[in-house]
C-alpha cells in the first residue's frame, strides 16, 4: 500500500460464518513508523478510500505495525464487505491522542515523516472466530469454577460444624489445644508471662474496673455477629481513650514499659468499639454506589459512541482477543471480572459465619470476651464490598478502557489495600484505630491526589506531592511508634537535659526498626517518582499502598512467629495467595495494550487470545488476582486464631 494507491480487498462469508476478524501485520521492521487507516466498509456506493473522508459510515483504524479488526455478519447483510488500507503522508495520526485520552498521553511522530512516495507490505489475514453461541463455553467454565469454589467452601464449613459436635465443645474444637482453667491461659512454652501488668488477668482486670458490666457482654454478644444489621446510630460523642476509663490514660501505655499489650490498647467499651468499626461496611457500600453508577453512565456513553461512529481509536481495546455481545464491544474483558464480586460475596459469608460462631462462644464463654483479639468484624465486612465492588468498577473501565477513566480501575484498589493496612493495625490498637468517616476521607484524598497526576504531571507536581508525602508519612510514623501521643517526644525536648546514647535509644526497639524501614521505603519511592515523573501515576499510588502494606505485613509475621505462632490454615492460605499473586504479575505484564500512548502504538502489544479462545492475558490477571485477594483476606482473616484464648495482658501489642 502506498499514499496514492489505497488497497481494496472483498471478502465474502462463507455460509457457516458468523463473525471474522481480520487480522493485518507490517511485514517490514524498517515500515514501523509508517501510518495507515484501515477499513471496514460496506460493498455498496460510494467507497470511502482517502483520509479525509475514510472515517464517515465505516469502522476504522490507525495502524503502524498491527491491526484488528471484529467483523459480525449481522452488520453486512450482503454477506460481504471491503478491507480498505490507506496510507498517509503524514504519520502524525498514529502517534497522537485518541479522543478520549489525556492531551499529555502520545508519542512525538517519527522526523522522516511526509514521505508521498512510501510503499509498505502487509500481510493480511481473516479468520473464523467465535460466534456468541460459541460463549457458552468459556462462560459455563468460569460459573463452574466459581461454583467450585462455593461448593468447597460450603463442605468445609459443613465438615467443621460436624467436627465440632463430635468434640466436648465448640469452644474446644475452635480453640484447638488452648487451655482455659480457671480463668488463667497459660501462655506459650508454660510458663506464665503478664509483661508488667502486675499479674491481673483480663477477666479479673475488666471485673475491678467494671469495663464490661454484665448487661453490656450480654449485649456485646447478640450484637457482636450483627456488623451489618441496623441498630443504634454510632456515640454522637465518641470519648477519646483517655476518658474510657477514669483509671487509664493513653500515656500509660507509652510509658508504663517497653513492652505494650492487647490489654492496655482495647480499655474503650466493646459496645463503643462495635459501634465504631460497625459503620465501615455501611460507609464503603454507600460510596460505591454513588461512586458506581455516574461511571456506569458515563462508559456507557463511550460505548455508544464507539458503536455510532465506528471510531476504533476511542477506546485501547485488545483487537486481537475482543468479543462483543449485546452494545458492549469487550464482553470478555468485562465478564471475566466476576470472579472479584462472586469471591467478595463469599468472603462476606465467611466473615458472617466466623462472627455467628464467636457469638456463641460469648454466649457459653463469657469469660472470651476479655481473651485474644478483639474481635470486630465491619472491617471484614467492608473489606468483602470493596472487592465486590472493585469487580464492578473494573468491569466498568474495561466496557472502554481509556487514560480517561483508567482511575475507575484502580479506586477499589486503593480502599482494599488501605483497608488492610488499618485492620492490621486496628488488630493490636483497637482504641486507637481510625474511624470509619476519617478512614474514606483519606481514601477520597488519595483518589484526588492520583486524578491530579494523571492530569497534571509536572514538575512542580512532583515537588508539591514529594513535600507533602514526605511530611504525612513522618506524622503516620510517629503515630505509630508513640501510639497516638506526644507525651514522649514532648517531654523529651521540654527536659533540658544533655542528650546522651542512653536517652537516644530507642525504647521500642522492634517498632522503630519497622518505622526507619517504613520511612526509607516511602522515601526512596518518593525520590525515584521526582526523578522519573511516572506517567502513569494513579499505578504509582497503588504501588506505594501496596508496598506500605508488604511492610507492615512482614513486620507483622516476623513479630508474630517470635511472640506466638501462626495456625496452619493461615500458612495455606498465604502459600496459595503467594501462588496466585504470582501467576497475576506473571499475565499482569504482558502489556496488551497502553493508554499512556497513542492508540496505534498501543496496538503493538495486541496479542491472540490464551484461554478457550475467549480470555486473553489481562482477563487470566484478573482471575488470578481475585483468587489471590481472596485468600490474602482470609489469611488477615484467621491471622490471629492461635490466641483467641489468650489473656490480652499476654498479648503483645506490636
Known sequence: VTPSAPLFLLYRFAEHQEDVRVLIDTINDEDKDRCNIVSVQSTTCPVYDQDRDIHYHADFQTMTTKAGVLVQRSDFPSGAFLIVIVGL?????????????????????????????????LRIHVEDDLSVSGYARPILATIGLFAGVYLITICYLAFSWYKSRSVHSLRDWL????????????????????????????????????DVPTEETRLLSSKVGDDLDDGEEELDDERDLSH???HYDVRDSITGGTVIT???MARKSPIQLYKKYRMFPWQVTTVGIFYALPVVQLVMAYQAIVNVSGDQDTCYYNFRCIHPLGVVSAFNNVFSNVGYVLLGFLFMFITYRRSRLFTHMLNTNPDLLACGIPQHYGLFYALGIALAMEGVMSGCYHVCPTGANFQFDTSFMYVIAGLCLLKLYQNRHPDISARAH??????????????????YNST????????????????????????GSDSDLVAFFRSGQRLSITRMRPRYMARFCFVVATLVFNLALAISGVINKYDDFATFMLGLLVGNLAIYMAYYMVMKCIHEKIRMITIVSMLISCGMWAGAGYFFFAGLTNWQASPAKSREGNAPCVLMDFYDHHDVWHFFSGFGLFFSLLVLLTLDDDIIAKPRNQIIAF
Do not use: M
Open 89 to 121: 503522508a503524514d504519520p502524525s495520526p498514529c502517534f497522537t491522542s485518541g479522543p478520549n485520552a489525556w492531551p499529555s498521553v502520545g508519542v512525538k511522530a517519527p522526523r522522516h515523516g511526509g514521505d508521498e512516495f512510501y510503499s509498505k507490505e
Open 175 to 210: 480453640l484447638g489445644s488452648a487451655n482455659i482453667a480457671g480463668g488463667q491461659p497459660t501462655a506459650r512454652g508454660g510458663a506464665r508471662h503478664t509483661y508488667g501488668t502486675g499479674g491481673r488477668t483480663d477477666r479479673e482486670d475488666l471485673k475491678a474496673k467494671h
Open 244 to 246: 474510657s476509663s477514669p
Open 262 to 264: 492487647v490489654h492496655q
Open 438 to 455: 476519617t478512614t474514606l476521607a483519606g481514601f477520597a484524598l488519595i483518589i484526588i491526589v492520583a486524578v491530579i497526576g494523571v492530569l
Open 460 to 483: 512542580a507536581f512532583w515537588a508539591v506531592f514529594f513535600v507533602v508525602y514526605v511530611v504525612s508519612v513522618c506524622y503516620i510514623c510517629h503515630h505509630i511508634y508513640f501510639l
